[in-house]
């Protein structure tokens, strides 16, 4: 099998410019990444593999990757509900598949709240968590892993190493490497994901947003009423907690998918199990 068909386009919409990026051909997915802040790029190559017999709509969320926006540009969650109401219509579609890996799980479903009869598939990939003390649970768990010993010793040996002096690049990638070990069950994974930047902006403006947030309530009254076709997947090792997924998952009366063994990145250290999960679910050409 041949690489997937990639086409890039600029959408403008509600007064800025959105990077959109297609994989593949067929009935349209869209993937909304994480950060807040991040872009697309990191989703890359791994979630590809679900690109066959589909197309994966990546964009840039307003204010990170290539849709930057100036600083007086609000670039909080009902921006970025809204900019996706307003895709949907440049798109032309009645209604969308999402796919939501980490904030983007989140987002998804603040969208799904505002706009529930726009939303025909719903796929939650290791969603951040859906209210506040959760949330407020995975930064200490994270954090925790983060200064674990091995961890502590690796950035101190790359610090005496020398390597900025002789290669930046390499020890540019070692550093990102090292901040983002703690999100996998196998920090050594760590290598494996595509470099990316956090616009600090983006994210603060996000979770102030947000504020004191619980979605729990919303979440089961929109159930109840516009029932929609949802999957959650969620490593079991992830540092948000599976059971901040399971509890999503039993709002929306939706089968959760736990990988063992598995940390907060799946399509990286796991990919055949996220295939199998998702794949049969999000629609594509026969």
């Known amino acids: ?26 009935p349209p997915v869209v993937v909304l990444h994480g950060g807040p802040g991040a872009s697309h790029d990191y989703l890359r190559p791994g979630l590809d593999v679900l690109a066959e017999g589909r197309t994966l709509v990546y964009y840039d969320q307003r204010g990170g990757g290539r849709s930057a926006v100036g600083r007086d540009v609000a670039a909080g969650w009902a921006e970025q509900v809204a900019d996706l109401e307003a895709l949907r219509e440049a798109w032309g579609l009645e209604q969308l598949a999402l796919l939501g890996y980490s904030w983007g799980g989140l987002l998804a479903l603040l969208y799904w709240l505002a706009h529930p009869a726009r939303v025909a598939r719903l796929a939650l990939l ?16 994270f954090a925790e892993r983060s200064l674990a010993p091995a961890l502590q010793a690796a950035r101190a ?51 102030e947003g947000l504020g004191d947030f619980d979605l729990r309530p919303a979440l089961a009254e929109a159930a109840a009423r516009h029932p929609v076709a949802a999957r959650v997947v969620h490593g079991e090792d992830d540092p948000i907690p599976l059971e901040s997924a399971r509890a999503v998952a039993g709002l929306l009366g939706a089968p959760l998918v736990a990988i063992p063994a598995c940390g907060h990145v799946p399509y990286v250290e796991a990919p055949d199990a996220v295939r199998a999960a998702l794949d049969p679910f999000l629609p594509r050409h026969a």
């Open 126 to 141: 290791a969603p951040a968590p859906a209210w506040r003390t959760a949330r407020d649970a995975f930064e200490a768990r």
């Open 157 to 207: 040996e790359l610090r005496a190493s020398g390597l900025r002096e002789r290669d930046l690049a390499a020890y540019q990638q070692r550093l990102f490497e090292l901040a983002v070990a703690g999100y996998f069950h196998d920090p050594a994974r760590a290598r494996d994901l595509v470099p990316f930047r956090v616009v600090e902006r983006v994210q603060k403006a996000v979770w």
């Open 1 to 26: 099998m041949g690489e997937p068909r990639v086409a890039d386009a600029e959408r403008h919409v509600r007064g800025v410019t959105l990077f959109e990026r297609r994989v593949g051909e067929g």
